[in-house]
């Protein structure tokens, strides 16, 4: 495995590479049979120890489970899938569907960094299954999980720039003004928030719906995203997603949690 990012299956630490892993990650279906290495596989799972402190969450990593992809495996919605992510959280916690948004990007984005492909699973599982696989307390349920591994197109072998190029023709084709309304000075917005809204743009969706749409007043600098539809479970998780990718592309600053929630800046960051 080569040291140089542009030719290795991992992302040079001396860049900035969660946004690295943003412009290249994409949605991964069909996984050769290469298992994750034990090194890698204990770095994954001290990243997660980690996660879960800041979080509150339970999100566990399995592999070798094919039995949870048999039925999504065997129709070809996905080939070879065994591996996954799952987050757990506490059934009377309402912020528990947006926060494992939010923390299973970050280990989504983490895996992309070492060279493994994901897909988001909301419905394409046996969560009675995976159940058996996880520690669940009566108290919790199982939210939403993700697929990991290496791609069978091996993927992680192209540069950086090939990746992104590759990531970006599988993307949806929204735009800066499908997700955003701005109030006041639509030329007055800053840099740092167009930064934010580019990352989103290449967020993935729980379920390929998108909700999430954010106002922007350009007069107070006070920004809010909101689902935009129905506020089903699932939505809430693409709510988690979209902030941690604003909060990213952004380069910093803090959300609050809940729906229509505020953005707040810290100002020796601009």
Request: aromatic letters at 8%.
């Amino acid at each position: 495995m080569s040291d140089n990012a542009e030719s290795s299956n991992t992302i040079s630490p001396h860049r900035n590479t969660l946004l690295d892993a943003i412009a290249v990650r994409t949605s991964v279906r069909t996984y050769s049979d290469e298992e994750i290495p034990l090194e890698l596989d204990r770095q994954l799972r001290s990243t997660i120890n980690a996660v879960n402190t800041l979080s509150g969450l339970s999100i566990q990593f399995v592999t070798d489970d094919p039995a949870t992809f048999a039925e999504a495996n065997a129709s070809g919605h996905f080939t070879n899938a065994r591996n996954y992510f799952a987050a757990v959280g506490a059934k009377d916690d309402p912020e528990a569907q947006e926060r494992a948004g939010f923390y299973l990007e970050r280990l989504v984005l983490t895996a992309t960094m070492r060279g493994l492909s994901t897909v988001w699973v909301g419905g394409s599982w046996d969560k009675e299954s995976a159940a058996k696989h996880l520690r669940i307390r009566s108290s919790e349920e199982l939210i939403v999980g993700a697929v990991v591994g290496y791609s069978a197109d091996h993927v992680e072998d192209l540069t950086l720039s090939e990746r992104a190029a590759a990531a970006a023709g599988h993307r949806p084709s929204l735009t800066y003004g499908d997700l955003v309304t701005v109030s006041g000075d639509p030329n007055a917005v800053p840099d740092w928030f167009r930064s934010g809204i580019d990352a989103v743009i290449k967020a993935p969706s729980a379920r390929n719906g998108q909700p999430v749409r954010f106002t922007f007043d350009t007069l107070t600098n006070r920004l809010r995203a909101h689902i935009e539809g129905e506020h089903t479970p699932m939505a809430f998780v693409d709510l988690g997603i979209a902030k941690l990718h604003f909060q990213l592309g952004a380069g910093g600053g803090t959300w609050a949690w809940g729906d229509d929630a505020r953005y707040a800046r810290d100002e020796s960051i601009d």
